[in-house]
């Protein structure tokens, strides 16, 4: 048990102190943490970049890419070169972004911008207000967040959860009947999973447009891609890199987590748009008590993460490769190890570093921190699941069945 707890029920910087010490330093963290899209702990090069700026409140506000503003001590010229690396490195010339909080806000922020977007076509008005009202459509695999978001931005009455294929995989069929039966001129808002978060799965993108553009809604249908995940998987290992650039082409806007692939010690996300759909969307307010445009979701921005961000990406786009490799790579060994001791075990997309099966004992699960849901658990891949965790994770799988227990929940 953990000798620091609260039990005066007091706090103090005493408190504080010793227990941190305690949980993060003493004990530190358990690395044996494979269910979940990230590292728990920094690497010595990620941690010195903070330790330099940890003495300052750095603070971005307002559009990162309007210059004015009151506030001095802030990191808005990092915050875009990080948007023009990522523009760059996804071929988006007239790309506009900024370092959201996580990839939760990085879909609300691409939501915003397509209902926004959507309502100054000239399509009949559908609401009372006037302003026509999109159809949204995305998949029963999609994170909590897309449903979350679409509460938030009154899309929930006109939504459609669609269903999914084994592998998490956004029914075509139903999209195909659902999309021709509306009207020509009610807008459509598509949200495409590449990544879903339990199975990895990778919406089918190009029969996608394909069936937007059979249906006649190719210029009313807007596309935001929760590319959490596998954003940068793709971009760099897709088979076919055509097709890739042609998704990155046709969507308008798309989010990619910081703090999965690219392990920043930080939640965050890089959220990119594209200028064509944010300038009609987000015309923008001048607030006159930053004295900078206004375009983001949140205020006041955490302007380490532009920093942090830049650090890792710093390394360059063959250090960023190598290490995704690596993952893919070490993936390919929990596989094979995993059948080899007879668990059957699938990855919705490869390239991709979720592998799921069925849940195993409460022991092992909990011993390898696994994320279990409707009878199924995953692994995912990251930097730090090295083959020495695979073995481990193998070895206590054995153990457990030479102990007799039941190995399936
Ligand atoms: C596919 C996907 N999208 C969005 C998110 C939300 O990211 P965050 O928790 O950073 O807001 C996650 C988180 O795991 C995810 O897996």
Redesign the pocket.
Known sequence: MNPYTNTANKISREYLDQYLHHQFLDVGVDQRAMG??VTPFADEARADVASVFSKLLLINVGDPFDESGHWKTHTKFFERDVIKFFGELFQIADHWGYIA???????LQGMYVGRNYLRTLSAPATTTSGRPRPMFLFSKA??Y??KKNADILSLDEDMVELNVNDKDEMDLAQFEAIVNAIPLDRPIMVNL?????MKGAVDDFDTIFTLIDKSGHKDNTYFHA?????GLILRFFHPDQSKFQNLIDRIGSF?I?G??MLTVQM???IFMGKCHYVDKALCGTRVSYIGSMDRTISGSRNGMLPILLLAKVARGMDALKKDIQLCLDNCDYLCERMESIGIECHRSYNPGIIVYFSELADYISDKHQLACHDGMSHIVCMPHVNRSLIDEFIDDILAHRASGEEEKK
Request: glycine share 10%; with cysteine.
């Open positions: 979940y899209p909080s996580g990839s939760t806000e990085g879909n999609s994170h967040s897309i999973n590449i990544g879903t978060t929760d590319m959490a995940l596998y989010t987590s703090h999965k939640p965050c996300a």
